[in-house]
């Protein structure tokens, strides 16, 4: 790869790691002060709170007539979520691939906020679900591709998962021959330390 996109991509990284840190102590703020505004700060959400039927008067017709094609998708992401759980379990072992931790993609902390009501949490929770499992879903494809077959395309990818800046030049037969295992052990490299995570779940 040459030395000024790895450069960038080094950069990006970096400064991907900032901003986590940086959302990081923001959230710390936030929680802090929800600690010691705890009961203003439930009321001041609770205030803000729809009931259900305020709530259903004032949707409109094509979002009531529309949800049971939203909510059909339920059974599709479970089973791409048992689909790859069980993927991950049997295969990567025997590739030396870290399994991705499921936890750190399926969150569901919504359901707490006061100023949701009821079919706004599910609606929240399903949203949640659908997005983590997609996310958890691509990383553990992405690890995939590293391992089995890590060259660009020979157009520009929207959207490329986080494994793909790493991978071979389209058409670069001597750099894929020469890296495919460079790039096979850093997914095993990683292995001990996500192997620690899945212990401690």
């Known amino acids: ?6 450069e960038l991509i080094d950069r990006i990284r970096e400064l991907e790691e900032q901003l986590e840190l940086e959302y990081t102590r ?4 936030f929680q802090r002060q929800r600690i010691e505004m705890a009961d203003r700060f439930l009321e ?15 949707a409109r017709w094509s979002v009531i007539l529309t949800a049971p094609v ?17 993927y991950q379990r049997i295969c990567f072992p025997l590739y030396r691939i870290p399994r ?3 936890a750190d993609y399926l969150v569901f902390d919504r359901s707490e906020l006061p100023y949701l ?7 929240c929770f399903y949203c949640s679900y659908a997005n983590g ?12 591709e590293q391992y089995w077959c890590p060259i660009k395309h020979a157009t520009r990818l929207r959207g490329a998962h986080r494994h793909y800046p790493d991978f071979f030049e389209y058409g670069d037969s001597e750099a894929y021959r020469q890296g495919l295992e460079r790039l096979r052990q850093q997914l095993a490299e990683a292995a001990p330390s996500a192997q620690a995570d899945q212990t401690n779940k």
């Open 100 to 102: 991705v931790k499921r």
């Open 133 to 144: 499992v997609i996310a958890y879903a691509r990383e553990i494809a992405g690890r995939t």
């Open 26 to 29: 923001h959230r710390e703020a």
């Open 1 to 6: 790869m040459p030395l000024p996109i790895q």
């Open 117 to 123: 009501n009821p079919i706004e949490k599910l609606n």
């Open 44 to 58: 001041l959400q609770r205030r803000h709170r729809i009931g259900v039927w305020p709530y259903l008067r004032g």
């Open 70 to 86: 939203i909510y059909a998708g339920w059974p599709v992401f479970a089973l791409i979520d048992v689909f790859v759980s069980f």
